[in-house]
């Protein structure tokens, strides 16, 4: 037992989103990573989830600096907090939609997964932990509050005097009485994407000429890609590009969007592209969709997956329902009309998502930061959406701007952009939330950039499931003909505020379906910076992102 106060400044961030992200030196810390791991073990512990045998927690990470540090003393402390088994990916690499698959195939109480996802990795840069629950998905609010307010009053944490446990090797070992098995953390993931998607139909259009690029980004998809792309779909050994992962991913932001990713996006824009570009994020649980000449938005690309997810084996019987978060576009919202199944949408993060999966209710969820997944596990997963895509184009023998071409001409088309304003400082990027939400109710009716406000509110949500409600869970205006803005401030980044402004332009069938984006979104840009003052408020002139 080791005594302990409670760490400051840990108020700065709750376990919200995502889990805990902060820098590596902050988690360096006496007692900081501990504090957290322990607070978890003391409110969605061992206890939660005993069998006879004792309960099993699963650990892992996306291989960033600190990762097999923080690994050795989770170990540690599980066996000392009564844990009857810890499962750890090989060499301590677990995607987190693997790591949710690992967690209910092997009816675990719930997993340790390290990682700060898309954020940059190394000694200066960023490390992170989040609780995934039984289910396999991120804890829900219940729980992360009372992780959060255990972090408050904790006086000591846990832990068995042991030396490091080999992390290379598979097998099992014993520590102080609990056992720690070393897994292949590709083996079980891979056998799940065989049942879903149909392997042969890739293979063959393989063989006769269907070509990918993968970038992996030095994080932890590259072992992932490396046995399902090219081992076992046959992809040519080099179309998964930087599939090593790196401690410090190479120096890079692992983030899959136009400007991380922009090697990957100049690729795909030369006649000699292949077929189909993708990446994924640090933890793979992100995916970046690039046709030969034709970037898709996440959104869109939840909306075509879902219209053809059918010629897939594992969604061959249909979908129950489809979810989407608040700032993702209304796309996936005609394709549900047109399916005559339910839309569901739902405040940001994953988490939301977990209640309708594990009833039934929705199959295929997805955001508009790149996050698409399904009822198959409880995270979003990258590799899942770029097979789901794979599928799809093999079957169908179309290219991807055909694709969606034809989907525009069947449901129209929602144009689409985020601007992010990141490393603000608190304070203002607060005076903006807060001008726009004491704005709200006098907006209805007023015009700006020639468009007129239709409805304003901060958006609400209550989880029809379980019935918990979640309040201010982003800001929204609404325009006469369907054009929308959306703020709200992340609830991920390690740095300052970050602020993110969603604008969306829809053109019905019949209407400018191949114009730039940029050209539809300018009057919508315009509206929003007379709505919000960010220029103003915040002395950015331009967002430091837009994807
Ligand atoms: C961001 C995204 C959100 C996503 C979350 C976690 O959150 O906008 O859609 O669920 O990251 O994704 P925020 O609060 O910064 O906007 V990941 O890949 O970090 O697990
Ligand atoms: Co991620």
Redesign the pocket.
């Known amino acids: 037992m080791i005594v302990t106060t409670p760490t400051t400044p840990f108020a700065g961030q709750k376990p919200?989103?995502?889990g805990l992200r902060k820098k590596v030196r902050v988690f360096q810390q006496a007692n900081y990573a501990e504090n957290f791991i322990q607070s978890v073990f003391d409110s969605a512990g061992p206890a939660s989830g005993a069998t006879a045998t004792g309960a099993t927690l699963v650990v892992g990470g996306d291989g960033r600096y600190h990762n097999r540090a923080v690994i050795q003393q989770v170990i540690r402390m599980a066996a000392a907090n009564g844990y009857g088994r810890v499962l750890v990916g090989q060499g301590g690499i677990l995607s987190?939609p693997a790591a949710s698959q690992v967690i209910r195939k092997y009816g675990a109480s719930g997993g340790l997964i390290l990682?700060?996802?898309?954020?940059p990795g190394g000694p200066d840069e960023d490390f992170g932990i989040?609780y995934n629950t039984a289910n396999g998905g991120p804890a829900p609010e219940a729980v992360t509050e009372a992780i959060y307010a255990r972090t408050g009053t904790i006086d000591r944490w846990l832990a068995v005097d042991t030396p490091d446990i080999d992390l290379d090797t598979i097998g099992t070992a014993e520590v102080a009485g609990m056992s720690v098995e070393v897994i292949d953390p590709v083996a079980d993931y891979a056998a799940l994407m065989e049942e879903l998607f149909d392997f042969p139909a890739i293979r063959k259009a393989v063989h006769e000429g269907f070509t990918m690029a993968f970038d992996a980004m030095h994080a932890v998809t590259g072992p992932y890609a490396h046995e399902i792309l090219e081992k076992r779909l046959g992809f040519a050994a080099g179309s998964v590009h930087n599939g090593t992962p790196l401690e410090d991913f190479g120096g890079h932001h692992p983030d899959p969007n136009l400007v991380h990713a922009r090697v990957l996006y100049d690729l795909m824009m030369l006649p000699e592209a292949p077929a189909l570009g993708a990446a994924s994020?640090?933890?793979g649980?992100?995916n970046l969709i690039i046709g030969k000449g034709c970037f898709v938005t996440p959104s869109d690309s939840l909306a075509m997956l879902a219209a053809n997810a059918h010629l897939a084996p594992g969604y061959a019987r249909g979908l129950a329902g489809i979810a989407r978060?608040m700032?993702t576009s209304a796309a996936a919202d005609r394709v549900a009309e047109a399916l005559g199944i339910p839309l569901f949408e739902t405040p940001?993060?994953?988490k939301f998502f977990g209640s309708l999966l594990d009833v039934g209710r929705a199959t295929i969820c997805g955001?508009?930061?790149?996050?698409t997944g399904s009822d198959h596990v409880r995270e979003?997963d990258g590799l899942w959406a770029v097979l789901l895509w794979l599928n799809i184009l093999a079957v169908r023998r179309i290219s991807v701007s055909e694709l969606a071409r034809e989907h525009w001409a069947r449901f129209g088309r929602n144009y689409y952009a985020r601007h992010d304003y990141e490393a603000l400082d608190t304070a203002s990027a607060e005076a903006v939330i807060a001008g726009v939400t004491a704005a709200l109710p006098g907006l209805p009716g007023q015009s700006f950039a020639g468009l007129t406000i239709a409805t304003a509110d901060s958006f609400s949500y209550t989880d029809p499931v379980d019935g918990s409600t979640s309040a201010n869970q982003g800001l929204r205006v609404l325009f006469v003909g369907g054009s929308r803005i959306v703020l709200?401030?992340?609830?991920?980044?390690t740095e300052g505020a970050?602020l993110?402004l969603y604008l969306e332009r829809y053109e019905a069938v019949g209407g400018r379906l191949d114009a730039q984006t940029p050209d539809m979104l300018a009057e919508l840009i315009a509206a929003a910076e007379a709505i919000a003052g960010i220029a103003r408020l915040t002395g950015r002139a331009a967002p430091d992102v837009v994807t």
């Open positions: 919200g989103t995502s987190t990682s700060a996802s898309h954020n989040k994020d640090g933890d649980d992100r978060s700032p940001t993060g994953w955001e508009e930061s790149a996050g979003k709200r401030l992340s609830g991920t980044g970050t993110r």
